[in-house]
């Protein structure tokens, strides 16, 4: 089966511009999730979609970033404006329905902010 | 609130001996435990879970993970290093997030090096 899709691989961006990356979770999986990892750092949970539904977007800072999942498939996470401190790799991960499914990750995307 | 701690931040060993890795975590109710694996630039690859039943898990590419409850233990291992087997290993608890859900709380991860 394909894996999680991501893109871009990489962005660069200054301070302030607004940046947005794209997921295709694997066919089928009703759960998808968006990570922060930061450099020396375990994945964090940022949002956390069930189908086209949000179930837990408790840690997702809502004053620069939001997230979509148009239709239950592919999701867009975005940051505007952008802070030096967001520089970190985004992971998209996706499972089937079931809290002991482990998640497939994508290879996500790189973000340096200048 | 659960949390892991993996107290090593770097493991060596020579290939071709047993490899530890460790892992100790914390959580209200029945623990769901899980290994995954980071090679550089990639993402997470999921290695093995604990959800209940025997206490030794086996998992992908000939890793197995001991739970033990009294010690909140569950350390990742294998009993021949393979110098591919060199990469960031993390740990991870399913947990109630209070907010509705269950999430996943990792570990901050370990870095094994397999040394030729």
């Known amino acids: 089966e394909a894996g999680v899709a991501q893109s871009p691989r990489y962005k660069i961006i200054e301070k302030r511009q607004s940046v947005a990356f794209w997921c295709n979770p694997i066919s089928g999986h009703a759960t998808l999730y968006w990570y922060q990892q930061i450099l020396g750092q375990g994945p964090k949970l940022l949002i956390q979609f069930q189908n086209n539904g949000v179930v837990d977007d408790s840690q997702l800072p809502k004053d620069r970033f939001s997230a979509e999942r148009l239709k239950g498939v592919d999701s867009t996470l975005k940051i505007q404006p952008a802070k030096l401190e967001d520089s970190a790799v985004y992971l998209c991960?996706?499972?089937?329905?079931?809290?002991?499914?482990?998640?497939?990750f994508g290879d996500g995307t790189r973000l340096s902010i200048l | 609130a659960q949390s892991v701690a993996q107290p090593e931040d770097q493991v060596n060993v020579a290939e071709g001996n047993p490899l530890t890795v460790k892992c100790t975590y914390s959580?209200?109710?029945?623990?769901?435990l899980f290994w995954y694996v980071q090679y550089p630039n990639r993402g997470l690859q999921f290695l093995l879970k604990?959800?209940?039943?025997?206490?030794l898990v086996k998992g992908s590419y000939g890793f197995e993970a001991e739970f033990n409850k009294s010690q909140t233990s569950f350390h990742l291992k294998k009993p021949s290093a393979l110098v591919s087997d060199s990469a960031l290993y993390f740990c991870a608890v399913r947990g109630y997030s209070g907010a509705g859900s269950y999430q996943l709380t990792f570990g901050k991860g370990t870095k094994l090096s397999v040394i030729p």
């Open positions: 959580v209200s109710g029945n623990p769901y």
């Open positions: 991960a996706s499972s089937p329905q079931g809290y002991n499914q482990p998640q497939h």
């Open positions: 604990y959800i209940t039943g025997d206490n």
